[in-house]
């Protein structure tokens, strides 16, 4: 996973309402606009918006049938910004570790 992608999706969770919308697509396997606008109290375009945070992203996908917008959940990437995310953390601790703490830092 490149930086790009990695800060793209941290940017995408760390909203409240999309994280809880993309689990509630991962929940649902595959859920259409209006069935996510029905669980939130938010409109249909508000829901578009948020999931076109979470497709750039690369954690949904969406799949079109006729009029509607199908979208499912891509765990893969999830799974590709958590080992990068453990990876970035654990060598910030092994260097912490090595040289101490910097001064003036939490």
């Not at 992203?57 to 006729?66: E, I, Y």
């Not at 009029?67 to 601790?93: C, G, H, W």
């Amino acid at each position: 996973m490149d930086e790009r992608l990695f800060l793209q999706v941290a940017k995408a969770i760390a909203d409240p309402r999309r994280l809880a919308i993309l689990e509630a697509i991962t929940r649902a396997g595959e859920i259409t606009c209006g069935e996510l606008a029905r669980l939130f109290p938010i409109g249909q375009s508000t829901v578009s918006h948020h999931v076109g945070i979470l497709e750039r992203a690369q954690l949904v996908n969406v799949r079109r049938q006729g009029q509607y917008a199908i979208f499912s959940a891509r765990p893969e990437t999830l799974k590709m910004f958590l080992e990068r995310l453990n990876s970035r953390l654990l060598d910030v601790a092994q260097t912490t570790a090595q040289n101490g703490p910097k001064e003036g830092g939490p």
